[in-house]
């Protein structure tokens, strides 16, 4: 498989095949490109931001819901389940807000003095304007229904930092997938929900097509850079992409929707805590990045530890 044709920038460190960039993975990034320049979506003429919102629609199909299935969800009222609904969508969508802003700073960093003109270069490029248009897509559909904005506690915030700082190959982009996947499961019912909110259905629809294009992209990222890496990298990769896994994961609902919605927070997040129907559903929504993660050497024994913390595995 022959190497991209190098520039000088490239021969000196600074271009696409310092981390073995071939020109058969430059082809993945040229198709993402001409499907990006055919499939994209502009949310803010998209969406009818100005319909109201029916009063028993729900933000998320309610077997999305943390309290789904559990004894506090059968003793909840209809309004109230509504409303946990659409504060749980807003929760998810705000940590899709912070991890889009990890996301675009660790791609600008990851990109940073590579050569324009390689495919890869150009489709990081239209990720991050993808990922600007979501973002504030999220903002306007929980501007829209009223709720306010569900931030990371600090330490997890501290954490994120930290991770956009420091992560860069394999972990940048395992990190970014894992974020991706998980919500592109969840996004493929809502968008399909008849009872759920037009702008989360809409605003799903939207991020389900142009994500699909950002998973291919971490991905081949993710398989061009553990091609060359040893046991030991892998090692520490797949248990820093499992660390982030569960930072976001454990971060998706803010314990705050609870009290929003006049519940007793310490017995919903027990209730949470015991609910095996949404432990099935994280697991099922997880199936197909963990077969990929294993398929490229990032599942370990310790990393599986993690992941079944959070109900990934």
């Given amino acids: 498989m022959a190497l991209t044709r190098q520039t000088p920038a490239d021969r ?4 696409a095949a310092e981390h073995g960039h071939t020109a058969a993975d430059d082809d993945v990034s040229k198709r993402l490109l001409e499907s990006a320049a055919t499939l994209s979506y502009d949310p803010m003429t998209e969406i009818d931001w100005d319909a109201p919102l029916p009063e028993e629609h729900y933000g998320l199909n309610p077997e999305w819901s943390t309290l789904y299935g559990t004894r506090l969800w059968d003793e909840m009222t209809e309004p109230q389940r509504v409303a946990l609904t659409r504060h749980e969508v807003c929760s998810i969508m705000n940590t899709g807000i912070w991890f889009e802003m ?3 700073q660790m791609v600008l ?3 940073y003095l590579k050569n324009p003109a390689n495919a890869e270069f150009q489709f990081a490029l239209t990720e991050i304007a993808d990922e600007c248009r979501h973002s504030i897509m999220f903002a306007r559909a929980c501007q829209k229904m009223g709720v306010p904005a569900y931030r990371p506690n600090k330490v997890i915030a501290q954490a994120g930092r930290a991770f956009k700082a420091l992560a860069k190959g394999e972990l940048a982009y395992g990190g970014i997938l894992v974020a991706e996947e998980v919500l592109d499961v969840m996004q493929r019912d809502w968008m399909r929900g008849e009872n759920v909110l037009e702008i989360v259905r809409g605003s799903s629809r939207i991020h389900v097509v142009e994500e ?3 998973m291919k992209f971490a991905r081949q990222e993710i398989r061009e850079r553990v091609r060359h890496a040893g046991p030991a990298r892998r090692r520490a990769s797949a248990t820093g992409i499992a660390i982030g ?3 976001i994961v454990s971060s ?5 929707v609870y009290k929003a919605v006049g519940l007793d927070v310490a017995r919903a997040l027990d209730e949470v805590k015991g ?6 559903m994280m697991r099922n929504s997880s199936r197909h990045l963990m077969a990929f993660l294993a398929e490229t ?3 370990t024994s310790r990393s599986a530890a993690i992941y079944r913390r959070v109900h990934m595995l």
């Fill in 102 to 104: 990890i996301l675009q």
């Fill in 12 to 15: 000196n460190g600074h271009g």
């Fill in 297 to 299: 050497g990032l599942i």
């Fill in 109 to 111: 960093r990851d990109q």
């Fill in 212 to 214: 699909s294009r950002h």
């Fill in 275 to 280: 609910n095996e129907h949404r432990k099935a």
């Fill in 252 to 256: 998706m609902v803010h314990p705050g």
């Fill in 245 to 247: 896994a569960y930072v």
